[in-house]
């Protein structure tokens, strides 16, 4: 064939989390984002230190095992480990800007709960962040999921989107995952069968 293609970009959603432990809700969330706005990947990215929380109970390899476990064998999920090599607070814009330079072909959407929607306005270098990647939200039970105003101003300043999910609300956490284990409940339909047998075996969540 002659002439040059424009080839399609291919895309990309993202998903940051703690991941401590992951669940089936962000498994549901992925799983949302790709078929709703047609995503050729979701990428998990687990935070290396994630600055906004409290120590987190799973080292960053017991969490990335727990992600890898959690996705094999699904189609289109991808983990990747570019926060946990990165030294210090694990930043959103340095993750998205690193990746957009790696990853020219690609355009990124970054996925996130209501609870992180309503937060994003106090990540370092948010304005940046709008500027550099589409969002997509889902609602989140106990959150309010309007964007914040600052927010919707810097998405109309940049151009970029703030895709709506359609996805029903999920009353799911990873605190509430601890929670139970800590009492010695079980995990059925909380988590991937995979993900309850590694925490079983590292006697994770042991302590609440
Ligand atoms: N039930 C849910 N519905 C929608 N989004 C969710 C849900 N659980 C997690 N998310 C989103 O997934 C991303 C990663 O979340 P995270 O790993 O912190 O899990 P979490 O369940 O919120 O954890 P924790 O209870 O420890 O705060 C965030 O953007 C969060 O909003
Ligand atoms: O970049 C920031 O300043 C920032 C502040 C808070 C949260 N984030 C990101 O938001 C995602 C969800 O975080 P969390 O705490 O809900 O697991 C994860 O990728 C975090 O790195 C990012």
Redesign the pocket.
């Known amino acids: 064939m002659n002439g040059v293609a424009s080839a399609k970009p291919r895309r990309i959603g993202l998903l940051?989390?703690?991941?401590d432990p992951i669940h089936n809700a962000h498994l549901q969330l992925a799983q949302s984002a790709c078929s709703e706005l047609a995503l050729d990947a979701v990428w998990f990215?687990p935070?290396g230190q994630?600055?906004?929380?409290d120590p987190l109970a799973a080292s960053p390899q017991q969490r990335w095992d727990m992600v890898n476990l959690a996705i094999a064998g699904r189609t289109g999920l991808r983990a990747c480990d570019i926060?946990l090599k990165r030294q210090g607070?694990?930043?959103?814009?340095d993750?998205v800007r690193e990746l957009r330079a790696a990853h020219p072909d690609a355009a990124f959407t970054f996925i996130?709960?209501a609870?992180?929607l309503r937060?994003l306005p106090?990540?370092?270098?948010?304005e940046d962040?709008v500027a550099e990647v589409d969002l997509a939200a889902a609602r989140r039970p106990g959150y309010d999921d309007k964007a914040p105003p600052q927010l919707v101003e810097a998405l109309a300043a940049s151009g970029h989107l703030l895709h709506r999910l359609s996805m029903p609300e999920i009353d799911l956490s990873a605190t509430r995952i601890r929670r139970h284990l800590a009492q010695g409940e079980s995990l059925a339909g909380l988590a991937p069968a995979a993900v309850a047998h590694y925490i079983d075996q590292h006697r994770l969540y042991t302590h609440s």
């Open positions: 940051g989390g703690s991941f990215i935070a994630p600055w906004q929380r926060e607070p694990s930043y959103t814009i993750t996130l709960g609870d992180q937060n106090t990540w370092n270098g948010w962040i």
